[in-house]
């Protein structure tokens, strides 16, 4: 069986990672969809990395749920998967999904990068160390980190508003999708906003396959899907997995 998956925020928003969408989303009142931009950077690193350093201690603190670990499942029993998440967090990867079967398509936020070069480091953020409470004067002293190369400032790994896709990471799918035809695409917890997501699922799906998308509203990509679940993803994805599972391996 060929599997595609996509993911968007609504997979880790269950793990209490706040989607950019929102009231839930704002950081001290100001807007994600703003702090994610070269353009905020340029304007303030300082504030920016504040920012990051926040979200990195969140998802440090936070734990898969049901739903990464199905997806990670699913990619452990069939012969050829993909899975590629839009979320920067590394739940997936704690959940069990190997690094060769994920593309982070929107990049990593563990990993810092040089604003200018292309020296990247990661940041071992795990086994997560004990909470750590940071006073403002802590914060302000770690300042904004700086390439060892050549001496600009760092950046998250992530992809920005605006920017381009990592071209690797593109590839990555463009390879997959050209190999063949899915016999089951899921997408969960993403809201299709980015037209590339709906050409993914389409190509993916193109010569028959189930089309699942699994997502409490609906999407554009609602009215292209051969089936519907309008559930949380943490609920409804241990479901159609053990389904799919049992269609590989008939239980005796
Ligand atoms: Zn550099």
């Known amino acids: 069986m060929r599997v595609l998956v996509l993911t968007g925020a609504g997979v880790s ?23 994610a931009t070269a353009d905020a950077f340029t304007r ?21 749920n049901a739903a990464h670990e199905a997806i990670a499942r699913l990619a452990q029993c069939t012969d050829d998967f993909l899975l590629v998440t839009q979320n920067v967090d590394d739940l997936h990867a704690r959940g069990g999904v190997a690094a ?18 292309d020296w990247t480091r990661f940041e071992h953020e795990h086994p997560p160390s004990p909470r750590l409470r940071r006073t403002s004067e802590q914060e302000q ?9 050549c001496t600009a400032l760092m950046r998250p790994g992530v992809v920005w508003f605006g920017e381009q896709l990592p071209r690797n990471e593109l590839q990555r799918v463009e ?8 016999d089951v695409v899921i997408v969960a917890g993403t809201t299709a906003t ?17 089309l699942i998308e699994v997502n409490p ?12 679940v309008r559930e949380p993803a943490a609920i409804a994805l241990p479901r159609i997995v053990d389904e799919l599972m049992n269609r590989v391996r008939p239980s005796l």
């Not at 390879?175 to 899915?182: E, K, V, Y």
């Open 141 to 149: 002293e770690e300042g904004i980190p700086k390439c060892l190369k």
């Open 217 to 228: 509203e609906e999407t554009p990509l609602s009215r292209f899907a051969t089936q519907l």
């Open 13 to 35: 928003a269950e793990s209490g990672i706040p989607t950019f969408r929102g009231k839930d989303g704002y950081w001290r009142n100001l807007d994600p969809t703003k702090l």
């Open 100 to 117: 060769e079967k994920m593309v982070q398509i929107h990049g990593n936020i563990f990993i810092s990068r040089c604003s200018r070069c």
């Open 44 to 64: 303030d690193p300082q504030l920016v990395w504040e920012w990051y350093r926040e979200r990195r201690q969140r998802i440090s603190d936070a734990r898969p």
């Open 194 to 210: 980015f037209g590339y997501i709906i050409d993914w699922a389409l190509r993916g799906s193109r010569d028959g396959g189930e």
């Open 175 to 182: 390879d997959f999708l050209d190999r063949g035809a899915c």
